[in-house]
């Protein structure tokens, strides 16, 4: 399974950023983030119909996930971002084939992605 993430970047607090990745299947998906010192986090997943979503409480109302399941790719939109966003942001999929089921936990992810860099300035 390959995972390709694009959309990574440098942006000013309040700003904007949208996360793609591309799988090579239909999966569950999330994004995951990750700061040097501390263990990956969830930060939102979408389950494999694509209708339920998931998010931690400091990107709700925030963050946006979506998933287009024609092309098999996950978004992550970003908006009012904050530097506290900024980390190495990992996309992930699962083979969970539960429809309305959003895993959140990193260990039920089966392959990720290579990670992308946002930094928030501030």
């Known amino acids: 399974v390959q995972l390709v993430e694009s959309g990574g970047g440098l942006v000013q607090a309040g700003g904007s950023l949208r996360l793609s990745c591309a799988a090579s299947g239909r999966y569950a998906m999330g994004w995951f983030r990750q700061v040097p010192g501390k263990e990956r986090g969830v930060v939102a997943t979408?389950?494999?119909?694509?209708?339920?979503?998931y998010y931690i409480d400091s990107v709700q109302g925030r963050f946006t996930i979506s998933k287009d399941n024609a092309k098999n790719t996950v978004y992550l939109q970003m908006n009012s971002l904050k530097p506290e966003d900024t980390a190495v942001y990992y996309c992930a999929a699962t083979d969970h084939h539960l429809y309305y089921y959003t895993p959140i936990q990193a260990a039920e992810f089966d392959y990720w992605g290579q990670g992308t860099q946002v930094t928030v300035s501030s």
């Open positions: 979408v389950s494999w119909g694509g209708s339920s979503t």
